[in-house]
């Protein structure tokens, strides 16, 4: 008899988050699980991830979280699998967190610990794991898929494409789902890099550059996203959380637009300087609020005017420099690419899914789950989330 003879009722490719989880959900219902993966060591990201800390999921979850091309498709699996329910397994592997902002839980043990739970659930209901294997061909006959792999001839039942987007190739990223999908009749939602820092060129670089280092909160918004929290500027150009939040939603041409007041209002803060240090300039009034080094590229720039005491600016005056300050333009030429992104924007076409089960409408026995499918997270833990939630509904459906 060859290896590959009897076959198993589920074989996973790649052994991420999404992957890894499944394999434990499938086995516990009694399923034979086999997980394959080309990298030498499982779920690189999750040890990667915030921080070395895991942000394994957030408190807030809703569909209203993710970016898709169709945005009620997650609902139906992060509805049924919930942060409340990994909580409770996080629980009952002795594992605890702690909330940092936003309802953003992370790990208080290194996030190799989520790893390990993840490995330890597979393993308890028999799943068996295999590293460094090359996946080369994928044929499905009546009932079963048929796979070639550098470990020789592999066949399954269900095959659960669960290998990512093509963010950080230098830890095993690859096209590989979307190739499959394709394979099968699927659409693919062309992928961008996404939750990534922007970034300048020519003239702007150098103008930005001297501010590396300096960061302050705003409220960044592009396109539909909207959000506040810290800004940096870097050598390249933007980052921090409200950075790598709209690149989401940016789009090569457009601007960025920021609030350099937290909280908007910026009309009431200015008043709130002239009130309180009326004899000062708006320069040095300014540094109480905003860093030092950004008042000073502001003036030198001729996005400040010459006031040298507040006491003689009138409202008017200082409501059309708030208007001016909460409506600063930045006009990225890209961002860093998949060398840096946290994730992919687009990928399978959530058509051609069933938001159920995950299954492929084109093919019986097929699933993406996790990253490869267009359901793409804001940063906060929303991406774990939705690789556990469909994980669990792909693996529900067994
Ligand atoms: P994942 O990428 O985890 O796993 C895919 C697996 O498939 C990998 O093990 C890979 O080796 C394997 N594979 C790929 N191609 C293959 C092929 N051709 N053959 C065989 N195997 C193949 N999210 C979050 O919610 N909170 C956080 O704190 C962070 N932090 C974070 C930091 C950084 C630096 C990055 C890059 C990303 C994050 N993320 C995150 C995002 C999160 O890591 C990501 O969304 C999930 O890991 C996606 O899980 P998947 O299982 O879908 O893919």
Known sequence: MTRSSTPYDAVVLGGGAAGLFYAGQ??????????????????????????????????????????????????????RYTPTDFLALMERHGLSWHEKTLGQLFCDQKSGAIITLL?????????????????????KTDDLFELTTSDGPVRARRLVVATGGLSIPKIGATGFAYDLARQFGHEIITPEPALVPLTFEGEAKAEFASLAGVSTP????????????GMLFTHRGLSGPAILQVSSYWRPGEAVEIDLFAGGQGAEHLKALKKDM????????????????????????????????????????????SD???HWRLKPAGTEGYRTAEVTLGGIDTAGLSSKTMESQKCPGLYFIGECVDVTGWLGGYNFQWAWASAYAAAQAS
């Open 218 to 229: 705003v409220i960044a918004s592009a396109g539909d996203g909207r959000f506040e929290e």
């Open 324 to 326: 001016a300050l909460s």
């Open 119 to 139: 490995l330890d659930e597979m393993r308890n209901v028999g799943a068996v794991l295999k590293l460094g294997v090359e996946i080369t061909q994928v044929v």
């Open 278 to 321: 009326p004899m000062k300039s708006l320069g040095k009034a300014l540094e109480t609020i905003l860093p030092k080094r950004l008042v000073e590229h502001l003036d030198q720039s001729g996005q400040l005017p010459d006031w040298p005491r507040l006491a003689d600016v009138s409202h008017a005056d200082l409501e059309a420099l």
């Open 26 to 79: 499938a086995g516990a219902l009694g399923l034979s699980v086999l997980v394959l993966d080309h990298s030498q060591k499982p779920a690189e990201k999750i040890r990667i991830s915030g921080g070395g800390r895991c942000n394994f999921t957030n408190l807030g979850t809703r569909a209203s979280n993710f970016l898709s091309g169709n945005p009620h498709f997650a609902k139906s699996a992060l509805a």
